[in-house]
């Protein structure tokens, strides 16, 4: 858990319903960065919705289709067909889009971070210092967006 990133949005009230433009904003931010890890053509396509949305570019209606679609083929994800090992990071990534498009920002932020670490490899993801390099980077992002500038 990043434990400054749940400090920061506490202290922001992210959770609050007048925060949902950042929260999805963010959201999306953190799904950006592992977007190259999703397989599943729903995930990447929830995704696409999900910009869209951020960008004014969709309607509220196409935002909670896509959430629930998401939702579903996230848990339903059977892990990756490549040979990498790549399989958690693939479903990571997966729940990170469902997250975000939920407007579960933390969620989302935590997802992705696992979907990153684990993308390195699995022995990753059991040392906690291979997250600090995308805890600082969401860190950072939420504090861009919360002085209103693009991350």
């Not at 506490?10 to 190259?36: K, T, Y």
């Not at 397989?39 to 869209?52: F, H, K, M, T, Y």
């Not at 990756?80 to 498009?101: E, K, W």
């Amino acid at each position: 858990m990043n434990q400054a990133l749940a400090e920061l949005a506490a202290a922001a009230e992210l959770a609050q319903p007048s925060q949902q433009a950042l929260r999805l904003a963010f959201g999306l931010a953190c799904v950006e960065r592992i977007a190259h890890l999703l397989e599943d053509p729903r995930a990447v396509a929830g995704l696409e919705v999900l910009r869209r949305y951020v960008a004014g570019a969709a309607d509220r209606a196409a935002l909670d289709v896509a959430a629930a679609e998401l939702q579903a083929v996230a848990r339903s994800h059977h892990g990756s067909p490549s040979l990498d090992g790549s399989a958690h990071a693939a479903v990571s990534a997966t729940y990170a889009v469902a997250n975000a498009l939920a407007g579960r920002a933390l969620e989302a932020a935590g997802y992705a971070a696992y979907a990153a670490v684990y993308a390195y490899g699995g022995y990753a993801v059991s040392d906690p210092s291979a997250f600090a390099p995308e805890y600082a980077w969401q860190l950072r992002t939420l504090e861009q967006l919360l002085s209103g500038t693009d991350p």
